[in-house]
């Protein structure tokens, strides 16, 4: 069966005059983790030949730039070119993490793309740019798998120019509400998820890319909640189906739980629910 031919939707992103990217990418791709005393020298940035896309999945540093002076963590991604400075350093006590990626833009063209963005979802290009470099450093590179990098390489571009946020905007065009909400709501999501881990609101942070504080008050604004609160009702929520369905000791739901303390687990199950673990077990066999 022949299909229709239907025109696609015109995009509404800021980059729908243009045409689509296509990136080639070149052996020189890597992830890796800065060893001490690493830093980015103002000859590597002048002996840039290609375009470089960093994106920094651990840690924090500084980059300087001609204009801008920007904090490294995770979530901070790069758009390099050739000619521009990006002087680096990291902090000591937390070495970063980075993945590189070095490419050239297949019609030549150096259209006015942002160089510096805030991602919501590190994950996400964190597993792509890991993929693509798996791709590109096997002891023999196929041209199918040359051509699987590239696509990736050059959806993730275009990915970035059209929705990601600035990081150099001016400060009254971010933070774009939108994004920060479907973040928190994915990390919500996360921490119900893994009610069995010993989750801290620092891990939590750093998975989203922002200071404690700004994280804190981000995730209270669109959840309602605090994010220790948060935690808290997600393991006791785990800890009462434990007990109404499953034989576990106590002892095993607090540790399912992320408790390392059964007498603190029951001491706050019971300020939560009014109830002990035992007496809550019992009632809830009593009512069924």
């Known amino acids: 069966m022949t299909l229709p031919h239907t025109a696609p939707p015109q995009s509404p992103l800021i980059f729908f005059n243009t045409p689509p990217l296509s990136a080639v990418a070149t052996s020189e791709c890597k992830r890796f983790r800065c060893p001490a005393g690493w830093y980015r020298s103002r000859s590597d940035s002048t002996s840039l030949q290609d375009n470089e ?16 002076t920007l904090d490294l963590h995770p979530g901070v991604c790069i758009w390099m070119r050739p000619g521009h400075i990006y002087d680096a350093r990291q902090n000591e006590s937390d070495a970063l993490g980075i993945t590189y990626l070095h490419f050239s833009l297949q019609d030549g063209a150096q259209r006015h793309y942002p160089e510096f963005y805030e991602l919501w979802n590190l994950d996400y290009l964190d ?4 993929r693509i470099v798996d791709l590109m450093t096997q002891p023999e590179v196929s041209p199918a798998m040359w051509q699987a990098a590239n696509a990736l390489l050059s959806g993730l571009l275009q990915d970035l120019v059209t ?8 400060e009254r065009q971010a933070p774009v509400p939108r994004h920060q909400k479907h973040l928190m709501q994915q990390i919500a999501r ?3 998820d893994t009610a069995d881990s010993t989750l801290t609101v620092q891990d939590l942070a750093r998975k989203a890319g922002y200071s404690l504080a700004h994280f804190s008050s981000l995730f209270k604004k669109h959840t309602g909640q605090t994010v220790e609160a948060m935690i808290i009702r ?8 434990l007990l109404r369905w499953s034989d576990c000791s106590i002892s095993e739901i607090a540790d399912q739980t992320g408790y390392r303390d059964v ?10 629910t009014g109830q002990t673990p035992s ?10």
């Not at 597993?127 to 890991?130: A, E, K, L, N």
């Not at 929705?163 to 001016?170: E, I, Y």
């Open 190 to 192: 996360y921490i119900h």
């Open 279 to 288: 007496q809550y077990r019992a009632a809830s066999g009593e009512n069924e």
């Open 53 to 68: 896309l960093w994106l920094v999945w651990a840690g924090r540093g500084t980059m300087q730039t001609k204009h801008l």
């Open 263 to 272: 007498y603190f687990f029951s001491r706050q199950f019971k300020a939560k």
């Open 234 to 241: 997600a393991r006791i929520d785990k800890a009462q189906q």
């Open 163 to 170: 929705n990601f946020q600035r990081r150099d905007a001016p």
């Open 127 to 130: 597993s792509i740019t890991h």
